[in-house]
């Protein structure tokens, strides 16, 4: 004897619905019982996977929100440094005190996400002396400017590196004896 084509029955009973068949089809099995917290409890296979699925969901889209997220953007940020010479894009003999016979000096920048340009303000006491404005042309970024120094120039000085909108980022105190 054959089964029946709608599912229903055993070769041995053709009209009769077994309780697997009553459970949903050959693919849903009855609930296990589990031992949890000391008592005898089901727990239905099918909602801990359903949770995975979830959670794995959520997971996949915080690992691509955060993707497409915008980056953070790093304030503007300069170091300097008053110098002797410069050599190989680098700043040589770096001091906070010089004699007045040096002739030049050089002020050394480092600049980290300053938009188009700086600008070295040199100073003598709280008199300006010169305003050297400095192309800058990729995030990170070294630039110099110099000034000549004269016999009748001895006393505190600095120098400061500016932005464009006249914030100061660095400033580099020195002595001229």
């Not at 979830?54 to 997971?59: K, V």
Request: proline content about 7%.
């Amino acid at each position: 004897m054959q089964a029946s084509r709608s599912g229903r029955g055993t070769p041995m009973n053709p009209g009769r619905i077994t309780p697997l068949q009553r459970q949903g089809g050959r693919h849903r099995r009855p609930p296990r019982p589990c031992a949890s917290a000391g008592d005898l409890r089901y727990h239905d296979v099918g909602r801990g996977q359903k949770k995975m699925r979830i959670a794995f969901s959520c997971l996949a889209l915080l690992v691509v929100a955060t993707a497409f997220a915008a980056p953070a953007v790093e304030p503007p940020s300069a170091t300097v440094v008053v110098c002797t010479s410069i050599q190989d894009n680098s700043c040589v003999g770096a001091a906070t005190k010089f004699p007045a016979g040096v002739g030049k000096l050089w002020g050394f920048s480092q600049v980290s996400n300053v938009p188009d340009k700086i600008v070295h303000v040199w100073f003598h006491g709280d008199k300006e002396l010169g305003r050297i404005t400095l192309p800058v042309k990729a995030a990170h970024w070294r630039t110099w400017s110099n000034i000549t120094v004269s016999k009748d120039l001895v006393g505190p000085c600095r120098l400061e590196a500016r932005d464009a909108a006249g914030k100061i980022l660095a400033s580099y105190s020195f002595t001229i004896q």
